[in-house]
């Protein structure tokens, strides 16, 4: 099938390249300028005129590269730890909202059960929470309440066989930080899923359960792989928060649960400023949602419109 | 009869994970806030060793001029970036709303700034905005036009357009997919009665987009008050105040006051004031439902 084009006033092409330059302009920019040495930054030699160097990515990644860059001799940006911190983060808890998201989806959507209008109620409000509310809370609760006991057996085991406080709390681990993350995009993976889900076919559940199968059955493989647009579209959302965040992953981490927003903001208070290096780390976290947004920016596009839309 | 009791149960073994991660990690959390407000708290301390103040942080805090000014940047920063979004991403989506070539890798490049992390979009706008390093003042500079200083007199405004950069590309998305969904034999009666483009925008395109605009600008808004990492990274809230948004003096408040309870109190404020956005979209979502089932009633009795 042919589509045919409407041919357009070159004033409106202009605007489109006018609107392309600025949408993808700075992050051009960025690309470019973590190629280039600070001096060539800071003196402005103009534009594109510059002898790239991979010298700025070098320093980001120090400590994971299997050759002794010659420019540093201290490693002091432990650019690629941060990195793996990330990678694990974000993926541990993008899988973990996927599937307790869309369990509780498919309850919301199908069953009738007490509590579900007070539930789903809930999920909405608290869609609106911003990271800084959660700050306070989430910076008590996980290094004072949620920790083992100092006094318990598990917590005094590891303080004979370790030592220091001997309460191990959340605060600090991985998995601290995945489970704010996962609580966070919850609300919303639900809220973006339901809509999915409702436009499956109820008929095809019902034939499959004739046939024999179980309630989990039904979910895994008959609903699961027909909202598989939903899901991937949950996915890119999630995997963007939990890949970005910074600031409840700022008062959780420590020394060495670092990941990479921290690493770029506390890189950027330091007064002289090193562009070139500051734009490859920044370059580097950017590269993941890049890719995604190039691959599959129809599921984005279609999970935001179901998202708002739905309200 | 197992069967049966196993099918009462489902709907509960569904709910279950993510009913009890919520209730660990959002609600009991949100609770112990609003607990820990009416404490005197610093972090060296658990909350059970804080002592009882009653509602003094929010006292303190309603007279703290300070607070104030961090809530008025707020309000406008909010204002202005909903207001100019709205209405350069409806205007394009009006405008590109046509049948051109290319125009899903035109939507692919301009959902690109929303993807980007926050810091990072913060790290590139600072450099741009840098007095003498920067982009805009290399090119006012090149045209021998005076430097503007961007993060210094003009921060908040600076702040906006950045904002305004990453995000109008939603509105936009939003727009048009609301546009492209409209009922085409509205347009197509509107067009054979003569009506110019400028009518058709404003007497059916836009009366009938704006449910969707509205629940969008909403959003947005609610949105807009969580906008944290971009300034942080820009400005630090500086200079001065005048860039410092609710969100960032509260983890200022904890972190360098140290004042946990003062924080939590603040934390409070703004959570009052996005219940009150949501419910405004929740009634006005289903306000709209009930109106779009009236509307559809009468077009079926005309028909």
């Known amino acids: 099938m042919a589509t045919r084009y409407e041919r357009q006033h070159p004033a409106f092409y202009a605007l489109i390249t006018l609107l392309v330059v600025m949408s993808v302009g700075p992050v051009l920019l960025m690309f470019i300028n973590s190629f280039k040495l600070d001096v060539d930054i800071i003196s402005g030699a103009t534009g594109l005129i510059f002898l790239p160097t991979i010298q700025n990515y070098e320093t980001a990644l120090c400590d994971v590269l299997w050759y002794e860059p010659e420019h540093i001799d201290f490693c002091s940006l432990k650019f690629g730890g941060a990195f793996i911190n990330s990678l694990i983060i974000a993926l541990i808890s993008t899988v973990l909202t996927l599937v307790i998201g869309c369990m509780a989806a498919y309850a919301l959507v199908r069953f009738r059960f007490m509590g579900r209008d007070t539930v789903s109620l809930t999920t909405l409000m608290v869609r609106m929470v911003p990271p800084a509310v959660l700050l306070v809370p989430v910076f008590g609760l996980w290094n004072n309440e949620f920790c083992l006991d100092r006094d318990g057996l598990i917590g005094g085991l590891i303080r004979d066989t370790f030592g220091g406080r001997g309460d191990v709390c959340l605060a600090g681990t991985h998995s601290g930080i995945i489970l704010i993350y996962v609580a966070m995009n919850l609300p919303f993976v639900i809220w973006i899923l339901q809509s999915f889900i409702v436009q499956v076919p109820r008929s095809l559940e019902e034939a499959a359960r004739v046939d024999g199968a179980g309630p989990f059955q039904v979910f895994f493989l008959v609903v699961l792989p027909l909202i598989k647009p939903g899901l991937a579209a949950a996915a890119i959302f999630t995997f963007r928060i939990a890949w970005n965040e910074y600031l409840l992953a700022s008062a959780l981490s420590d020394r060495n649960t670092k990941t990479v927003p921290i690493l770029i903001v506390n890189n950027m208070s330091e007064f002289n400023v090193e562009w070139g290096v500051i734009m490859a780390t920044g370059m580097l976290l950017a590269i993941p949602p890049i890719i995604f947004t190039l691959f599959a920016s129809r599921q984005i596009i279609t999970g935001m419109t179901a998202g708002a839309v739905k309200g | ?303």
């Open chain 2, 1 to 303: 009869m197992s069967r049966s009791m196993a099918n009462r149960f489902t709907p509960y073994m569904f709910m279950a994970p993510a009913a009890v991660i919520m209730a660990i990690a959002l609600l009991y959390p949100l609770g112990y806030m609003v607990w820990g407000s009416f404490r005197d708290w610093n972090p060296s301390q658990t909350i059970g060793e804080a002592e009882f103040v009653g509602l003094k942080n929010y006292i303190t805090l309603w007279n703290d001029p300070n607070f104030r000014e961090s809530l008025g940047v707020t309000l406008r920063f909010a204002f202005f970036v909903v207001t100019f979004e709205m209405v350069i991403g409806v205007g394009l989506a009006l405008l590109l709303d046509r049948d051109i070539r290319g125009m899903s890798v035109l939507r692919t490049m301009f959902i690109l700034p929303m993807m980007i992390a926050p810091v990072v979009v913060g790290l590139m706008w600072r450099y741009m905005y840098h007095p003498t390093v920067g982009t805009f003042n290399r090119f006012l500079d090149g045209w021998g036009l005076p430097k503007i200083d961007w993060l210094g007199q003009h921060a908040l405004g600076s702040v906006i357009i950045a904002d305004i950069w990453q995000w109008t590309p939603f509105i936009f998305i939003l727009s048009l997919a609301a546009l492209q969904s409209l009922p085409r034999s509205a347009l197509e009666a509107a067009r054979i009665d003569g009506a110019t483009p400028w009518q058709q925008i404003i007497h059916i395109k836009l009366p009938l987009m704006m449910p969707v605009l509205i629940v969008t600008g909403l959003l947005r808004l609610i949105d807009a008050f969580k906008v944290l990492e971009v300034i942080l990274v820009m400005t630090e809230g500086g200079p001065g105040l005048s860039t410092e948004i609710l969100a960032l003096r509260i983890s200022r408040t904890a972190t360098e006051f140290r004042e946990l309870g003062v924080a939590a109190a603040m934390s409070n404020y703004l959570l009052m004031l996005l219940l009150l956005l949501t419910v405004t979209m929740f009634g006005f979502t289903r306000w709209q439902e009930a109106r779009a089932a009236r509307i559809r009633a009468a077009v079926e009795e005309d028909a």
